[in-house]
Every structure is written in C-alpha cells, then in structure tokens.
C-alpha cells in the first residue's frame, strides 16, 4: 500500500496505476501555531507499505514524515519503505570546520531508526562511496542517466553534453555516451553558498552543436547560471540545463530563463519544469520491495 506525504500525490498516484498497489490515506495538516496533525485512515495491519516523500524542503518535511512512519508501525504494517526521489542532507558529508554539525549522518540516523528500507534517486555520493556508509537500513541509489540521456537524445539535435564542473564528469560522460554525443567537462570554484566561479574549456571544436547543461541538483542555480554565461560568452546559443532535482531556492529559476536557458527535470521534485518521469525507474525498484499485484511495465 502507498502513501502520499502532501506535494507527492502526482508521483504516488503514477507509482500506484503502475504497479498495482492500492492508495493508502494520510490526512496531514498544520495547526495554526504550525505543529503537525497526522491521521491514518486505512488498515495497514499485516500489509507492506512504503511512504512517498521527496525530501526537498526537509525541515519542514521531517516531523510529519516521522508522525506518518509511527502510525504505520502503530497500525501494524509488515514493512515500511521511504521512497524519497530526492533525500536531503547529503551534501554536509566533512567537516569543513571546527564543531560544524555532520548533517548527512545525523538525518541518516533519524531515518534509519524509522524506515525499514529506502529508495532513492541519485543522491549526492561525493566522500561517500554508497549509501550503506550512513544508512543502516537497506538503501537503494537509483540512477536516472538513461533516462536523462533519452530525453536529450529525442528532444535535441546534435547536442554537445557539458558538465559544470569536475565532479559531473563521470556522470556526464555516461549520458553523453547513452545518446551518443560528445561531451565536455567546465572546472569549478565555489567560495560560498551562492559565489561560484565557473571556468569553461574552449569549445571552438564543438560549433555547430547545441550545448546542454547536465547536473545532479539545481538548487541556488549559480553554478548552472555561470556556466551558462561561459557558453554564451563563447558566441553559442543559451544551452538546455537538465537536472534529476530541481530543489530551486529562491530565484534560481528565473536566472536561468533571465540567460534564455530551457530548464527541464525530472519528476524527482514536482516542478513545472519536469519532463522525465521516473515513475518506470522507482517502480521497478519498489516492486523487488513490495512485490507487485501485476508485473511493473519496464517501458
């Protein structure tokens, strides 16, 4: 049985036509002094359950989940997995500084104590080698290059695949070669949470292509924005920017359409950007976890 946190119905509802799960109901809402109020309203007892809920706005996303997982557990469910297209708190995985917090296991911790098993979406894996270094429980890391590729490979003539910088190279490469395109790597350095610099490779061989950003996150969208910039500036049109996330702070969007950039993502984070669906790639995954009332298509 599946069940949506709020803003994941659209994703949960796919999952559940594709897979033949039935839709479980949780009503959450906010108190006026905005603590949670949590309600199951479907008999979990004896059944194996997963939550739907992508962690793109985690602090306030945290407590109700937790709330959600408890009332399950309460209620009897054999298993409870957390599907989180996008899993927050990745990227604190070092301390950078004397007494900073190390978020990534500390979160890691407070889902592992909850959740039997977790599904995700290319999560940030830099000083990790896989999620089993902070996850105690069974976590799957799910890629959604191909899927990136055959959009790029459908939607765009002759593109030319950059990376933003050094550590997109690998993944970069991957797509490129998926849908059978060169591709280039920029090098970046960041000297705060939104000043980044962007040095770009020469990309006179590669006229007459058509430049497409790929990345894992957009999030304050300066490293996708001073590329961006490096591309024009080289007297090539606006690229097309894909990401898996599209997180989104506060005016990352409309930076990227102020340079004339096309945004396109994933179904990760429910965005009026998504044009790759994820649903075929999740349900698989879910399916070896819940086992599926019919076979999940694989296209």
């Not at 999952?15 to 109901?25: E, I, K, M, T």
């Not at 962690?55 to 959600?68: G, V």
């Not at 940030?124 to 999620?131: D, F, G, Q, W």
């Not at 061989?205 to 590329?227: C, F, K």
Request: glycine share 8%.
């Amino acid at each position: 049985m599946l069940f949506s946190m709020p803003g994941n119905e659209a994703l949960t509802a796919s999952l559940s036509a594709r897979g033949g799960w039935a839709l479980g109901a949780l009503e959450v809402r906010r108190f006026p002094d905005e603590e949670s109020y949590v309600r199951l309203m479907s008999d979990v007892k004896g059944k194996s359950a997963a939550i739907i809920c992508t962690l793109a706005r985690p602090d306030a996303q945290l407590l109700p989940l937790l709330f959600a997982c408890r009332l399950l557990r309460e209620g009897g469910a054999r298993s409870i997995e957390l599907v989180a297209p996008y899993l927050a708190y990745m990227r604190q995985d070092q301390r950078f500084h004397v007494g900073e917090a190390l978020t990534s296991r500390h979160f890691a911790d407070l889902l592992s104590q909850a959740f039997d098993g977790l599904i995700t979406v290319d999560p940030h894996l830099h000083r990790y080698r896989s999620l089993s270094d902070v996850y105690t429980i069974d976590a799957v890391s799910l890629s959604a290059s191909p899927f990136l590729a055959d959009w790029i490979g459908t939607n765009i003539e002759r593109p030319l695949v950059i990376g933003p910088d050094s550590e997109s190279e690998q993944w970069a490469g991957a797509i490129a070669a998926a849908c059978a395109a060169p591709h280039v790597v920029f090098s970046k350095s960041r000297r705060g949470d939104r000043d980044v610099r962007v040095e770009a490779t020469n990309l006179n061989a590669w006229r007459g292509h058509n430049p497409v950003l790929v990345d894992d996150v957009i999030s304050s969208g300066e490293t996708l924005a001073d590329a961006a910039r490096a591309i024009l500036a080289q007297g090539f049109a606006p690229p097309v920017c894909i990401a898996v996330h599209g997180v989104f702070a506060s005016g990352a969007e409309q930076a990227l359409h102020g340079l004339g950039c096309r945004v396109v993502t994933t179904n990760a984070i429910a965005h009026g950007s998504n044009a790759i669906d994820l649903t075929p790639l999740l349900c698989g995954a879910l399916g070896a976890r819940l086992g599926a009332e019919r076979p999940c298509p694989t296209t």
